[in-house]
Structure formats: structure tokens, C-alpha cells
């Protein structure tokens, strides 16, 4: 179901141009997860200007979809749309994202790894299979996509985050671009090691943020996770920023106020 962009004229005082807003994609409500044997929505997020052009374009895979752009999310909203239209003002906005609904009530348990972790065994391993054996070659076939790894990320905060470490860890041919926000790291610990065991030959850049209101646990592993990256066997070839806010609370509008910067530094900077 495609959205045409906005004609929208701007607004005094508006910080972006609704007409240059993302169009939204929603590929389908119940995409088929055959390594879950479940459905899901997923929502591709597309460059206001995609029908346009023939450009390709590096993709950004994103965890917890309900909380990215929609206006009514429980927990409130990253507002993705606007927050690429002012990226899109500096002309940095030209990437697809590409948003996967989280699971419900099976949220925790497909967003965990499939080891021993503090909360369990989880179908992670098998959520990490079908972004990259089903969900990365659909949308690599059926969009204009760079789909080289050098050009490929995935994020998400809180469990997302964790999540999206995990499936580096298990596929870290198929990344180069982490955008990892307020990590559930506490899960698995072991994580941190992990990384630096699996993935010796990762290249690419990792982009950390949290914030000092979560709690003192989550600086502390953040800044062991950033520690470890650090002493990485292939370090030379690997990028960090952390990011550590005063202010920053455990919250989808603490997320999407630092997407901007997180955005910019994976994809933009040179």
C-alpha cells in the first residue's frame, strides 16, 4: 500500500518540508516468517522522491516498526518520516528503511538470543535467519537497493538493540551499519565477547547511545561493549561512536531525537 508524498507547504517555524517526508511502503501486514512459522508487518520507508529516479539506495533495517513513524504507537514514536525529512534538508535522508513489526507478546522471546541468556533460550538465531535468508532478498529483488554489506545496516533500542547485535553475530557478512540504542545488554553480557570472537573479520561502523537516566548498569555495559570493540582483532577496519546523553530516558521520543545524528554518522560521514 504506497502513501504518495506530501503536498503539504511548509508550516513557519517547521524544521522540514512535508512534501520531502518519506512515502510509506507497507510491503505487507503479514509477511511470511517461515524460520518462525509466524506473520508479521513489515513497512519499507522509501525516499520522498524514490518514483523519480532510478537511484539506489543503502538500506537501514530497523526493529519494533510499530514504534518507528506511527502516529498512534502506544509507546509513543521515533516520527522516522520527519525526522528523514529534515535529514532530507541536508540532503542527507536518501537511504530505504525498512521497518519490522515487533511480536507482541512474543516480542521478548524472538528478540533473544538462542543461548543461554538471563532470561532464557530464545528464538533469536531464528528471527536473524529470516532477516537474511528471507526478508534481505525480498527486499534487495523488489527495491532499487545497494545491497552490498558496506551499504547495509540494522538497529532497534532496548531489546531491539540486543537483537540486532545478535544477528550480526550471526551473519556479519551481511552488515557494515549498527545503530544500537539503549541495549538490553543486562540479557547477555556475553554478547560483548561474542562479537569480537565470531565476527573477527567485521568491518564498519557502530553507533552506541544511552542515556545516563536508564541507569548506571547501562553506561556500564556500554562502555565495556565499546572497551571490547576497541581491542578488536580487526579494529582498523571498524568505526565507534558512543554516545552517552545526560538527559536520556528509556523512551521511543529519546530514540528518535538522537536517529538524526545516529543516521548522518553510519551512512554520511566521510
Do not use: C
Amino acid at each position: 500500500m504506497h502513501q504518495s508524498a506530501s503536498k503539504t507547504t511548509r508550516k513557519e517555524g517547521q524544521d522540514y518540508n512535508p512534501a520531502q517526508m518519506p512515502l510509506i511502503d507497507i510491503i505487507s501486514e503479514a509477511f511470511e516468517i517461515p524460520q518462525l512459522i509466524k506473520t508479521r508487518r513489515i513497512t519499507a520507508l522509501l525516499p520522498f522522491d524514490y518514483h523519480e529516479t532510478d537511484r539506489r539506495y543503502p538500506v537501514l533495517y530497523l526493529q519494533d516498526g510499530q514504534n518507528l513513524f506511527d502516529d498512534y504507537a502506544p509507546f509513543g514514536s521515533w516520527e522516522l518520516r520527519r525526522q528523514l525529512a529534515r535529514l532530507t534538508e541536508k540532503n542527507l535522508g536518501n537511504v530505504i528503511v525498512v521497518a519490522i513489526d515487533h511480536a507482541e507478546e512474543e516480542r521478548i522471546a524472538e528478540f533473544t538470543p538462542s543461548q543461554k541468556t538471563k532470561l532464557g533460550v530464545g528464538d533469536g538465531k531464528n528471527y536473524a535467519r529470516f532477516l537474511a535468508e528471507t526478508l534481505k532478498p525480498w527486499i534487495d529483488l523488489n527495491y532499487r537497493t545497494l545491497p552490498e554489506a558496506e551499504h547495509t545496516g540494522i538497529g532497534g533500542s532496548s531489546m531491539g538493540g540486543l537483537i540486532s547485535i545478535y544477528a550480526v553475530i550471526q551473519h556479519p557478512e551481511l552488515y557494515s551499519r549498527l545503530m544500537i540504542f539503549s541495549p538490553s545488554l543486562w540479557v547477555s553480557p556475553s554478547l560483548t565477547r561474542l562479537f569480537n570472537k565470531v565476527t573477527p573479520g567485521f568491518s564498519g561502523r557502530i553507533y552506541l547511545y544511552g542515556g545516563r537516566k536508564e541507569g548506571d548498569e547501562l553506561i556500564t555495559l556500554l562502555n565495556s561493549f565499546k572497551n571490547s570493540l576497541d581491542r578488536n582483532p580487526n579494529r582498523d577496519f571498524i568505526e565507534v561512536e558512543l554516545n552517552i546523553s545526560d538527559y536520556g530516558e528509556h523512551n521511543e521520543n529519546a530514540w528518535g531525537q538522537e536517529f538524526p545524528r545516529a543516521l548522518e554518522w553510519l551512512y554520511f560521514k566521510h
